[in-house]
């Protein structure tokens, strides 16, 4: 995995691990569940969800059965042929909510992000 090793705070580790973001979560998450954390790349997006890239699908797979059910995980294959297994976090209820923000409405009415796309104002300026 450390084809992914590039960039500004992107860290390697032992046994081939390779982190971006905030990761101990869901390091702790999968070491207590057994899972044999090396050789995968592991990007938090936040305490509750991100994406853990390795090379085959049967790792996605175990990866999903490790998080589950505490976790919503879905797994896919990527254009260049590794897996990636997308992870939320489940709150008590069993739902998992978007945990990104998709939606901004200013005060005076007008509306800055809808569906996670930034809303254009008449004339080609940006809110």
């Known amino acids: 995995m450390r084809k992914y090793a590039t960039g500004y705070g992107v860290r390697v580790h032992a046994d081939d691990l390779v982190t971006f973001g905030e990761t101990q979560p869901i390091l702790s998450v999968l070491d ?3 899972f044999e954390v090396k050789n995968l790349f592991l990007i938090g997006r936040n305490a509750h969800c991100g994406q853990i890239i390795v090379e085959s699908e049967s790792r996605a797979m175990n990866i999903q059965a490790a998080l589950e059910p505490a976790y919503k995980v879905t797994v896919k294959q990527r254009a260049n042929g590794d897996w990636a297994a997308d992870y939320s976090r489940r709150d008590p209820d069993g739902s998992a909510p978007n945990r990104f923000i998709t939606n901004v409405v ?6 800055a992000l809808k ?3 930034v809303v254009r104002r ?6």
């Open 106 to 111: 200013l005060k005076d009415g007008t509306v």
């Open 122 to 127: 008449e004339g080609g300026g940006t809110p």
């Open 115 to 117: 569906d996670g796309r």
């Open 32 to 34: 207590v569940a057994g």
